[in-house]
């Protein structure tokens, strides 16, 4: 069946629509993922390993984003690529990086729990500025760690980017 839909934005008190119209059509529910990673523990013999398939993780993410980036500075231009040339500089930032090692070489963490609790803590800082910019830069810290774990989980997310036909798109949020 068709469904009807409407651009809002805002909190469930307080909606208001983004996008003037109404659209008819096939719908498509995008959940947000809500990845619980569990403490894990890992052995010392292996923790070499984990470092690589974190870096590993990176590097495929940032192919992505990479990709996302230039195929929206494309039809977008580039001032709506920056979104995303800000969440790969996070994903490459250096602290980052060395505190995700730090858990997994010290703590004895795994990569799943040593970026799910990291990025975490960076997006708390965020949140608890209030300011819409720094909302948005939480929410793109989660976006970076939803495709982080889903990339170290083996997990796939269906491509909006990939649809044959026009869909309403239902969501919470909608990151870049």
């Known amino acids: 069946g068709a469904i009807v839909g409407l651009a809002m934005e805002g909190r469930e008190d307080r909606r208001i629509a983004v996008a003037p119209g109404v659209a008819i059509g096939e719908a498509l529910i ?13 052995t ?5 390993d984990e470092v690589d ?3 590993r993780a990176v590097l495929a ?3 992505q984003i990479e990709k996302n980036r230039e195929t929206v500075s494309a039809q977008l231009g580039d001032q709506c690529g920056a979104i995303l040339s800000a969440q790969l500089q996070m994903l490459n930032d250096g602290k980052l990086r060395e505190s995700w090692h ?6 004895l ?3 799943e729990y040593a970026v799910s609790r990291t990025l975490r803590e960076y997006a708390k800082v965020f949140q608890s500025l209030d300011s819409g910019t720094h909302q948005a830069l939480a929410s793109d810290i989660f976006d970076i760690e939803k495709r982080m774990l889903r990339q170290l989980l083996g997990h796939r997310c269906e491509e909006i980017s990939h649809l044959a036909s026009p869909v309403v798109l239902f ?5 870049p």
């Open 30 to 42: 995008v959940d947000s993922e809500g990845f619980r990673i569990p403490r894990r523990f890992v």
């Open 44 to 48: 010392r013999d292996i923790v070499e």
């Open 53 to 55: 398939r974190l870096e």
């Open 61 to 63: 993410v940032g192919s």
């Open 102 to 107: 730090q858990h997994i070489r010290e703590h």
């Open 109 to 111: 963490n795994s990569p």
């Open 171 to 175: 969501t919470h949020d909608l990151t």
